[in-house]
């Protein structure tokens, strides 16, 4: 019993464990990243279907090969990094399987050196793969720690172009306004008013649906130019409904 | 008499300490995995029948001290294993990527098996000396039981789940002190109670604090700066836990429109067991900061209704009853289930909720929604039926195996049945994607309405949905033009979509909230249709409309979905899965083969050993199995039908699981006479009684609720003592029956049956709810009817294990 509740203590310290990774030389895992963007290729045709697209765009898929993931995921983490699933980062919050990153990225379709706003930065991954693309990115992260962890990250990395903070982001980044997209990762139980304001006429917002670990819905709101809003709920291809009209 | 103290003791505490853990790990994990864990932990008790196989021999001559041991041994890991559970880095979402989560779960419930190990091997050691005393050791054993049911319940009301803990581990050690008070050694008596003393209660608090998996929605909540809990009540029901949340406030608005700019004013959210938050809003009688609430899909019935007169079940922390009084409902009825979350928005909380149950307009009722409207002989303009469950909870199938006598058919027609002349049931519920709660909803709806009467249902229902809420209007009688005329405004104005009304174009839906297809136009065009039967088998998700026989409205689960997973392999696509059905089948499976082990092995080496005979011990093995399955599934039926009729389901349980357990301990007490004087005609009587008093409650049943629904809680309950109390005697029988003469004829398989027996009731535990998922709760009746009429035939063949 002593040595099972040993393993146990040492297994559970691992788990929580959350020393933040130091950058580690791009080419250690240049392979697997390539590896694991033709991953989130296969998926995307796959698994596309209505809105979702069978192609994701190129820069996005070549800023996914740039972007040196396993900087943003606990040490201990390092090298499952380039799998294609959601890691822990503490504080209950996930950093998003590869594949959503990429859809939600492509989805924004932002023009070159656009302005988006992230709620959530959780570990900054989406923040540096949008900075990737040449946007300039305004990200707010309400726990403090990652807050921090992020900010310190984003500028080590040199991704200058992304400006963090810590703080609520129901009220989104006025002083930055309006954006070309938004990308809200805290779920909620609802839309905030102000950051469908702070969009754009034309902007776009993608908001991953589904608790941690279990994101596989998106939805896309897009602002009209007369200013009305439509959603658009999207689901891999298999799990499109089929009604009697087909 | 020590004995028989101790084993009812330790018996208490057994089934207080597995009621208990329901409740721990309720708050730190979810629900499926729970019952998961519970159930394989269990089958400490068939583990218990193969150690003693193997040790009987040695333990029988020190008899107290074993027993004393033992019991001190279930003192101990009661709170040892539950600390060292909780420290198991298990995160079930992560289940799919990670194999180590698999051994962090096998680890978890061979853990949590020993305390149940403890005590079946005391129990069963104590039937083994005293094989002459079976019938009033199993009594003692059964009404043990029983008081521990009930008494857990009582207890979680007032005391910290962690001094229940206690407790429970106290009684462990007070039932090895009763063993060897037996035996006059009252020196060793009060040496264990000097040890039980430091062994309960010097753990510190917070070993013994359950803490939430940090991806439950409490503990999200928790993780912004100056969020914090400022009140905990803790219950049978669940653990509440109010959080304030200053500096990024809380606000919870499920549907709002993305037409508006209003916002929800200060909000405090209640969690039940960190998850399925319900907020209470800041009121101060003014409207102006509530107008939030006319931006939900919610509020369409007010739009279509003056003042209507509303009933408001599930009331919770209030914001449906805020709403109806935001739109100057003329007097709101509230039903809320549980009375510390009535009493948070109240009492504590009054002033920040504006005393909204005490508003002249309102009246708090504290009852079940189903049995309350039931009961009512009132009529309402309005019905609201907005639960509005965590939507992490149902998109993870958490509910899957949840009876929710609220949303079946028969629910339905009753909630139709108590609308005023021109009145509408509406429901609001996630809408989910792709949908499946909304549409399972519709059909239940055209159901009930057809049940009803309704020449054509079409024309009594409208269906509205924001990007995440739908709400389904039900009338008596068709939707006016100005009631239609009033919906589209509603829904234009707030850019909602309206998917359903008699004469809607498939143009004007899927505009504003759009679906790669207009689902949820065409599922309403077919669920009205004659392509109805076509469209609920082919869709992906089961879409049946529930019944109360299978009240299993959060089942959505296909096995047709599984190739769709395997195509998704290493994604997430099993959120788009129930998965508490599949761990429901995941457990049974585990729960089948572990018992397979624990059965063979003691056998193997009884042969190898020569101390059974060559045949015999089949009849003896299928008769313990047997009556195993046959208790459960009826006691698991009763519960079920009784719970409809009590309306709580703390009543439920207190009345009927230890109403059956008393009883049946009773009976079981008496077989020994009984069997003295009639040995052979003893078993035919109580399997006959079992028999035809079963059927005739699932014949009688249905009319003796229906004519005494309305009856008061406290009448309803004596009824259902008295409807339990013949049928649990009878099946205290079967049991002690058959051990008597195992112990009779070849003793050495008397732990063996006893483990049997104890893996059977773990096993039928799982499979009664799966097969009431299929075949519903009256056939799971029929079928332990069978199963003791066909231990009732085997009985007589227990003399060939000679």
Same mark, same amino acid.
């Given at each position: 019993m002593t040595r099972l509740s040993c393993r146990l203590v040492i297994a559970a310290m691992l788990a929580v464990s959350l020393a933040t990774a130091a950058p580690v030389a791009a080419d250690q895992y240049s392979a697997v990243r390539l590896e694991m963007v033709r991953t989130i290729e296969a998926i995307s045709e796959q698994v596309s279907g209505g809105a979702t697209p069978t192609r994701l765009d190129s820069g996005v898929l070549d800023a996914m090969r740039r972007t040196p993931r396993h900087?943003?995921?606990?040490?201990?983490?390092?090298?499952?990094?380039?799998?294609?699933?959601?890691?822990?980062?503490?504080?209950?919050? /996930?950093?998003?399987?590869?594949?959503?990153?990429?859809?939600? /990225?492509?989805?924004?379709?932002?023009?070159?050196?656009?302005?988006?706003?992230?709620?959530?930065?959780?570990?900054?991954?989406?923040?540096?793969?949008?900075?990737?693309?040449?946007?300039?990115?305004?990200?707010?992260?309400?726990?403090?720690?990652?807050?921090?962890?992020?900010?310190?990250?984003?500028?080590?990395?040199?991704?200058? /172009?992304?400006?963090?903070?810590?703080?609520?982001?129901?009220?989104?980044?006025?002083?930055?306004?309006?954006?070309?997209?938004?990308?809200? /990762?805290?779920?909620?139980?609802?839309?905030?008013?102000?950051?469908?304001?702070?969009?754009?006429?034309?902007?776009?917002?993608?908001?991953?649906?589904?608790?941690?670990?279990?994101?596989?819905?998106?939805m896309l709101i897009e602002k009209q130019a007369d200013g009305t809003v439509r959603t658009e709920a999207l689901l891999p291809v298999s799990f499109v409904p089929l009604t009697s009209a087909q | 008499?020590?004995?028989?103290?101790?084993?009812?003791?330790?018996?208490?505490?057994?089934?207080?300490?597995?009621?208990?853990?329901?409740?721990?790990?309720?708050?730190?994990?979810?629900?499926?995995?729970?019952?998961?864990?519970?159930?394989?932990?269990?089958l400490g008790y068939g583990a218990s029948g193969t150690f003693l196989v193997f040790v009987k021999h040695r333990l029988i001559p020190h008899f107290g001290t074993s027993f004393a041991v033992l019991a001190m041994l279930f003192g101990v890991t009661v709170i040892g294993c539950y600390v060292l559970a909780q420290r198991v880095p298990f995160n079930p979402l992560e289940v799919i990527w990670d194999w180590h989560q698999q051994l962090y779960l096998a680890t978890?419930?061979?853990?949590?098996? !020993?305390?149940?190990? !403890?005590?079946?091997?005391?129990?069963?050691?104590?039937?083994?000396?005293?094989?002459?005393?079976?019938?009033?050791?199993?009594?003692?054993?059964?009404?043990?039981?029983?008081?521990?049911?009930?008494?857990?319940?009582?207890?979680?009301?007032?005391?910290?789940?962690?001094?229940?803990?206690?407790?429970?581990?106290?009684?462990?050690?007070? !039932?090895?002190?009763?063993?060897?008070? =037996?035996?006059?050694?009252?020196?060793?008596?009060a040496a264990i109670l000097v040890v039980a003393v430091p062994a309960t209660l010097a753990w510190p608090a917070a070993w013994l604090a359950p803490t939430p998996s940090p991806y439950k929605s409490l503990s999200l909540a928790l993780t912004a700066p100056e969020a914090r809990v400022i009140a905990e009540r803790s219950g049978p029901l669940g653990r509440l836990s109010v959080i304030e949340s200053p500096k990024v406030p809380l606000r919870i608005a499920p549907g709002l429109s993305l037409a508006t700019t209003l916002m929800p004013p200060a909000q405090l959210g209640v969690f039940t067991d960190g998850e399925g938050v319900?907020?209470?809003? =800041?009121?101060?009688?003014?409207?102006?900061?509530?107008?939030?609430?006319?931006?939900?899909?919610?509020?369409?019935?007010?739009?279509?209704?003056?003042?209507?007169?509303?009933?408001?079940?599930? !009331?919770?922390?209030?914001?449906?009853?805020?709403?109806?009084?935001?739109?100057?409902?003329?007097?709101?009825?509230?039903?809320?289930?549980?009375?510390?979350?009535?009493?948070?928005?109240?009492?504590?909380?009054?002033?920040?909720?504006?005393?909204?149950y005490d508003h002249p307009a309102v009246a708090l009722h504290m009852a079940e929604a189903r049995s309350f409207v039931e009961a009512s002989r009132k009529r309402w303009d309005l019905i609201n039926l907005s639960l509005l469950d965590s939507f992490a909870t149902s998109t993870a199938g958490a509910q899957a195996l949840s009876e929710s006598p609220i949303y079946t058919i028969e629910a339905f027609q009753a909630y139709i049945g108590h609308l005023a002349p021109n009145g509408m049931l509406a429901i609001t519920r996630w809408l989910g994607n792709p949908p499946r709660d909304t549409f399972k909803l519709f059909a239940i709806a055209t159901a009930a309405l057809r049940a009803n009467g309704a020449a054509d249902p079409a024309e009594q229902l409208v269906l509205l949905h924001s990007w995440n809420t739908a709400t389904l209007l039900i009338k008596d009688a068709p939707f006016s033009r100005d009631e239609i005329a009033a919906a589209r405004t509603f829904a234009r104005d707030r850019q909602f979509d309206l998917a359903w009304f008699a004469g809607i174009r498939a143009s004007e839906t899927n505009r504003f909230n759009r679906m790669a297809k207009p689902t949820l136009y065409d599922a309403a065009v077919a669920l009205l249709g004659p392509a109805r039967s076509d469209?609920?088998?082919?869709?992906?998700?089961?879409?049946?409309?529930?019944?109360?026989?299978?009240?299993?409205?959060?089942?959505?689960?296909?096995?047709s979905l599984l190739p769709h997973l395997a195509a998704m392999k290493g994604q997430a696509g099993f959120v788009f899965v129930d998965a508490g059905y599949l761990v429901l089948i995941l457990a049974l499976l585990q729960a089948i083969v572990l018992s397979g082990i624990f059965i063979l092995i003691p056998l193997l080496w009884l042969r190898h050993e020569q101390r059974v005979p060559a045949s015999g011990w089949m009849s003896v093995a299928l008769y313990f199995l047997l009556v195993g399955f046959a208790f459960l599934f009826i006691e698991i039926a009763f519960i079920q039908r009784f719970s409809l009729f009590l309306g709580h389901p703390l009543t439920a349980i207190a009345v009927t699981l230890a109403g059956f357990l008393v009883f049946a301990g009773l009976g079981s007490g008496f077989s020994t006479r009984a069997a003295a004087r009639w040995p052979r005609a003893t078993i035919i009587l109580a399997v006959g009684a079992i028999v035809a008093i079963g059927a005739g409650y699932v014949a009688l049943l249905p009319l003796v609720f229906d004519t005494l629904m309305g009856w008061p809680l406290l009448a309803k309950s004596a009824v259902a003592a008295g409807l339990v109390a013949p049928l649990g005697f009878a099946m205290g029988f079967p049991f002690p029956l058959g051990l008597s003469r195992v112990a009779e004829r070849t003793p050495a398989l008397l732990p063996w049956a006893w483990g049997i027996n104890g893996c059977a009731s773990v096993v039928s535990a799982v499979a009664a709810s799966l097969l009431a998922m299929h075949i519903g709760f009256t056939a799971v009746l029929a079928v332990a009817i069978g199963l003791y009429g066909a231990a009732a035939l085997l009985f007589g063949r227990l003399r060939g294990a000679t």
């Open positions: 900087a943003f995921v606990p040490a201990h983490l390092q090298d499952l990094a380039y799998s294609d699933r959601p890691l822990p980062i503490g504080y209950g919050q /996930t950093i998003s399987q590869p594949y959503i990153v990429a859809l939600m /990225t492509d989805l924004l379709r932002l023009e070159p050196h656009s302005r988006a706003l992230e709620i959530g930065t959780g570990s900054g991954y989406q923040a540096a793969v949008l900075a990737e693309l040449g946007h300039e990115v305004f990200t707010i992260e309400i726990v403090p720690a990652l807050a921090d962890q992020a900010a310190k990250r984003l500028s080590d990395l040199g991704y200058d /172009t992304v400006r963090a903070r810590e703080g609520d982001g129901y009220f989104g980044w006025p002083d930055a306004a309006p954006f070309d997209g938004i990308v809200v /990762t805290a779920a909620a139980s609802h839309v905030p008013p102000p950051l469908i304001k702070q969009l754009k006429p034309g902007g776009r917002m993608v908001i991953p649906v589904g608790a941690a670990f279990m994101t596989q819905q998106l | 008499m020590p004995l028989l103290a101790a084993v009812s003791l330790l018996s208490l505490a057994a089934i207080a300490y597995e009621i208990l853990l329901t409740r721990l790990f309720a708050i730190t994990l979810w629900h499926h995995y729970v019952y998961m864990i519970i159930s394989l932990a269990l978890m419930y061979l853990i949590l098996a !020993a305390p149940f190990f !403890a005590a079946a091997s005391a129990i069963a050691l104590a039937l083994a000396v005293w094989p002459g005393h079976i019938g009033a050791i199993y009594r003692a054993d059964l009404m043990g039981a029983g008081a521990g049911a009930l008494g857990v319940v009582a207890a979680t009301f007032v005391l910290p789940l962690e001094d229940c803990l206690r407790v429970i581990a106290a009684s462990g050690f007070g !039932a090895a002190a009763l063993a060897v008070t =037996r035996e006059r050694r009252h020196w060793a008596a319900t907020p209470i809003t =800041r009121s101060t009688g003014d409207l102006e900061p509530i107008g939030y609430l006319d931006q939900q899909t919610s509020a369409l019935p007010y739009h279509l209704l003056d003042r209507p007169e509303t009933l408001v079940l599930g !009331a919770g922390g209030g914001a449906d009853v805020l709403q109806a009084l935001y739109h100057r409902a003329s007097h709101i009825d509230a039903v809320e289930l549980n009375p510390q979350l009535a009493d948070l928005v109240r009492h504590d909380f009054a002033d920040f909720a504006g005393r909204i469209f609920i088998a082919n869709y992906r998700f089961d879409i049946r409309p529930a019944t109360d026989d299978q009240p299993f409205f959060f089942r959505f689960f296909r096995w």
